[in-house]
C-alpha cells in the first residue's frame, strides 16, 4: 500500500532513520531495497557511500577509477569535522593536481537520485558518492526541503516523531495525522500586539 506520508520516530540513539529502496541512473543503479539511511537536518546535501549500497572494495575501486578518468563527472573535496589542518592542506593540493585516486575526500556527482519512502518517493538531479568513505548515508536538506516536516513530541505515541509530505503531494491525510500527533490549532489567530 502507498503511504500518504513519512512517520519516522527518534531511535533509542537520537536519530531519526529509515530504511528505503535507492536508485542511481547514472551508475546503473535501479531500485535496491532495505537500505538504511539517516536523516540529517544539518547536513546541506545527500551524501552516498556506495559501499552502504552492498557493493564490495573491490567493485567501488573500479567504480571510482572509472569517475577519475571520466571528465564529464564533476568531482568534489569534502572533509570530515575531526580532519587536521595539515591534513586538509595536503587534500587539496592532491585534489588541485589531480590525484582523486589517492583522496578519501573526494565525492562524484551522478545524476537521477531516487528514494522511495515505502511510497514517497523524493527525487534530485544529481548526488553526491563517496567511493571510500563508510559511513551513514546522509539524507540533507536539499532533499528534506522538498516537504513540510514536523518533529516533536507525538501525543499519540508519547515519543519524538518526524512526520513529512512532499509539497507536491500534500494530502487530507497527511494535514489529519499532523493534528492528532501534534494537536495543531487554527494558525491564522494574529496577536493584537505583535511583540508580544
Not at 55 to 70: H, R, T, Y
Not at 96 to 103: I, N, P
Request: aromatic share 8%; glycine share 6%; net charge neutral.
Amino acid at each position: 500500500m502507498k503511504n500518504n506520508f513519512i512517520l519516522l520516530e527518534l531511535n533509542h540513539r537520537n536519530e531519526i532513520r529509515a530504511d528505503v529502496n535507492m536508485t542511481i541512473k547514472s551508475l546503473d543503479i535501479t531500485k535496491i531495497g532495505h537500505i538504511n539511511v539517516k536523516i540529517d537536518t544539518g547536513c546541506p546535501y545527500t551524501s552516498i557511500p556506495i559501499r552502504k549500497l552492498g557493493i564490495s572494495n573491490e567493485k567501488a575501486w573500479l567504480m571510482k577509477l572509472s569517475d577519475c578518468a571520466d571528465p564529464s563527472i564533476r568531482k568534489e573535496i569534502s572533509f570530515g569535522v575531526n580532519d587536521s589542518k595539515e591534513k586538509r592542506e595536503a587534500d587539496k593540493e592532491k585534489f588541485k593536481t589531480g590525484k582523486y585516486m589517492e583522496l578519501q575526500s573526494v565525492t562524484f556527482e551522478h545524476k537521477d537520485l531516487e528514494i522511495d519512502f515505502e511510497g514517497i518517493c523524493l527525487k534530485k538531479d544529481s548526488v553526491k558518492i563517496s567511493y571510500d568513505r563508510s559511513g551513514n548515508i546522509l539524507i540533507g536538506m536539499d532533499l528534506l526541503s522538498q516537504m513540510d516536516i514536523h518533529i516533536g513530541k507525538s501525543k499519540i505515541l508519547g515519543k519524538t516523531i518526524f512526520l513529512a509530505c512532499p509539497y507536491v503531494s500534500m494530502n487530507a491525510y497527511y494535514l489529519h495525522t499532523l493534528n492528532e500527533h501534534f494537536d495543531l490549532q487554527d494558525t491564522s489567530f494574529k496577536p493584537q500586539n505583535p511583540l508580544i
